[in-house]
């Protein structure tokens, strides 16, 4: 219980430095562009430290915006998992796999455009390969689609790229096919090691952090196939 209280105090303090409220948002600023954006998020040591990795090199545009937003999460995410003991570790591993899922997207749409992988080596990559049997060394150097996979063939993902190897052999698949496949597989693969992992009582509780992302992957599939 003891370290449960530490952890907890400690996710408490670190979503102060990492959130803003609302009335930041309707009284405090007045937000028309992504500069002004940024401007904001820099307040905050989480995003702050990624910004200034970044310098002045960061472009401003969506996608670049909330790929800062992420890099914020993920640092915080290895700080409260470097803290967690081993059964906190469990749901945590879980958890992360939400950010694996966007970091596997990422690679293979930048390796499919440019013909190579765009990946800084970090904290981040040091816990996917230790933790979580990413080959990252053969990861940076692949410049095929299907050297990127297999990279990730002693990962909770090698079921998935197995299944739909034939759409990545000619290098230009569907990509709504395959993130919608990606999306429930993702979503299955966490309920199903949740259950292995968990009591009935922690299953319940990490239902209610974990399933709003389950339905918003619902969502999205309900509405790739309608339009």
Not at 68 to 77: A, E, M, R
Not at 127 to 139: A, D, T
Not at 198 to 204: A, I, R, T, V, Y
Request: charge should be positive; glycine fraction near 4%; aromatic fraction near 14%.
């Amino acid at each position: 219980m003891s370290n449960y209280i530490a952890i907890n105090t400690k996710i408490k303090a670190m979503r102060k430095n990492l959130c803003l409220d609302r009335k930041d948002f309707e009284e405090d600023y007045s937000v028309s562009n992504l500069q002004e954006l940024y401007r904001l998020i820099d307040q905050l040591p989480s995003y702050h430290a990624v910004l200034s990795r970044k310098g002045n090199h960061y472009q401003e545009n969506p996608n670049s915006f909330i790929n800062v937003l992420q890099q914020g999460l993920i640092s915080d995410f290895l700080k409260i998992y470097r803290f967690a003991d081993l059964t906190q570790r469990k749901a945590l591993k879980l958890y992360g796999i939400r950010f694996e899922a966007r970091f596997i997207a990422r690679i293979l749409r930048h390796l499919e455009k440019e013909k190579s992988v765009q990946l800084v080596v970090g904290p981040y990559t040091d816990y996917l390969e230790e933790c979580r049997n990413f080959k990252i060394g053969q990861l940076l150097t692949a410049t095929t689609i299907e050297g990127a996979i297999d990279s990730f063939s002693e990962t909770d993902y090698r079921p998935f790229f197995e299944q739909f190897s034939e759409y990545f052999h000619a290098n230009s698949y569907d990509h709504y096919i395959i993130s919608t496949a990606f999306d429930q597989y993702c979503s299955l693969l966490v309920w199903k090691k949740a259950r292995q992992a968990f009591s009935p009582k922690e299953l319940n509780a990490f239902k209610k952090l974990y399933g709003i992302r389950m339905d918003l992957a619902n969502i999205r599939t309900i509405y790739r196939l309608t339009f």
